[in-house]
């Protein structure tokens, strides 16, 4: 037996059915907002990738070369490839452009319940916005969605890697050793991260006051400590946040991410009901447009683990309604099969879910199959009734059957057989 890699999943149809209502949720979500569709290519050259993802990012990344030598990724993410779009197809669209997309996306980690080497991300990008406003609203949509998939435990942790960077430039750590601390900090290494600034010359005091800063959390009030532009600029998004009736949020200095792009505000959700791998969407603002060739055009964006996302709304309570079909088409004998196919396809040509036996079965072995695939109605097709223009309809949850005329059927099984 070939096995599937580890880290990856089949799909049963259950399955697939709960996570495309997943999907039109969040669809049905982002279209409201004004959010546009888009799909970018699964496999990307590698080099989108280096240039500003950060160390996490490429050690776990799928790396081959292609038959013409050409080094090639599959995508870890969503944000470089939608940005690459951007500068060489999308920049003439009117700005803000503001896109999703709901695609798998590749990390070699070492697997665990929700975390998985192929996984979906639900990504969301505002694209030329620079106003609080657009990063509130990311957040605003971000905490929708999680009310919508009936979260009620979770938390909002809001920061700003743009004041964390200032501190370090103040303090003379050359921009790109800055990085390194950002991903000591992501990882809660506060000593570590320390000593890294005192390593490079810095004043013990000094380097305490920066990590001290990352420390600082709590309600909106913790920022009256900090001053300046990029403060007012946090102030104002969470100011809005709260008038928008938000409760989840808080104030969390020490969320700087694990990607390297991002300069303003940044956040990340969790839902702690999942245990170690808690956090369900990451994001902030950014601007890659200039590396990848294109002008400056600052943007701010999200991504939910779409598979994360889906076990804590299980966890929470939500059940995806139970797949069924509408009718399940059978014949008595093989004479009448054409007629059972015909039918079938009359009832799939007035929008009715329908099934017909493809198996020859008889009554008994159709119905407990209609059964199984929890079909509303059995059609029987018997060659008497067939003589008169009718076929029997059955009821499967009441057992009940009626002779009726063909073309009634659409009719009586869309009325729930009345
Ligand atoms: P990220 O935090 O690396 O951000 O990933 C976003 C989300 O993907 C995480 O919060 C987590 O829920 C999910 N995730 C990450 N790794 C795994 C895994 N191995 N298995 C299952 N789920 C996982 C980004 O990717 C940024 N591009 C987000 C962004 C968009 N920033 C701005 N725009």
Redesign the pocket.
């Known amino acids: 037996m070939i096995q599937r890699l580890k880290?990856t999943r089949d799909f049963s149809p259950e399955e697939m059915s709960k996570r495309r209502r997943l999907e039109s949720i969040l669809r049905e979500i982002s279209l409201r907002y004004g959010f546009r569709e888009i799909q970018t290519p699964v496999i990307e050259s590698s080099e989108l990738f280096v240039l500003k993802s950060g160390p996490g990012?490429l050690e776990e990344m799928y790396v081959f070369k292609d038959k013409g030598g050409r080094e090639i990724a599959l995508r870890?993410?969503?944000?470089?490839p939608i940005i690459r779009f951007f500068v060489n197809e999308l920049s003439n669209y009117p700005l803000p452009l503001k896109v999703f997309c709901i695609s798998p996306?590749f990390?070699y980690?070492e697997?665990q319940s929700?975390?998985?080497?192929e996984?979906v991300?639900y990504?969301?990008?505002t694209i030329g916005a620079e106003t609080p406003e657009a990063d509130a609203e990311l957040l605003i949509l971000a905490s929708d969605i999680c009310s919508k998939a009936g979260l009620k435990n979770i938390r909002i942790r809001i920061g700003h890697v743009g004041i964390i960077r200032e501190k370090l430039d103040e303090a003379g750590v050359p921009a790109e050793r800055q990085s390194e601390f950002l991903h000591l900090m992501d990882r809660k290494k506060q000593d570590e991260a320390s000593k890294f600034l005192t390593d490079l010359g810095i004043a013990r005091d000094v380097a305490d006051s920066i990590v001290g800063v990352c420390q600082i959390s709590g309600g909106a009030g913790v920022l009256d400590s900090l001053k300046g532009e990029r403060a007012d600029y946090m102030k104002k998004v969470i100011s809005i946040l709260k008038s928008s009736g938000n409760r989840f949020f808080q104030v969390d200095m020490g969320v700087v991410?694990?990607?390297d792009?991002?300069t303003g505000v940044v956040f990340?959700?969790d839902a702690p009901d999942l245990g170690a791998?808690k956090?369900?969407?990451?994001?902030?603002?950014?601007s890659l447009s200039r590396l990848f060739g294109g002008t400056y055009v600052p943007?701010?964006?999200?991504?939910?683990?779409?598979?994360?996302?889906l076990i804590a709304m299980e966890k929470a309570g939500w059940k995806a309604e139970k797949e069924h079909i509408d009718a399940f088409v059978l014949a008595v004998s093989a004479g009448e099969s054409g007629k059972m196919m015909e039918i079938a396809a009359m009832l799939r040509d007035n929008g009715i879910i329908t099934e017909a036996d493809l198996m020859g079965r008889n009554i008994s072995k159709g119905l407990k199959y209609a059964a199984a695939r929890n079909a509303s109605f059995a059609v029987i097709v018997g060659s008497k009734e067939m003589a008169a223009g009718k076929v029997t309809l059955r009821n499967m949850k009441s057992g009940k059957q009626v002779e009726t005329e063909t073309s009634l059927l659409p009719e009586l099984i869309k009325k729930g057989g009345k």
């Open positions: 880290g990012i870890p993410e969503l944000t470089a996306v990390r980690e697997p929700g975390r998985y080497r996984f991300q990504d969301v990008e991410r694990g990607l792009y991002y990340e959700i791998e956090q369900i969407c990451g994001g902030g603002s950014y943007s701010t964006g999200f991504a939910f683990g779409f598979d994360r996302l």
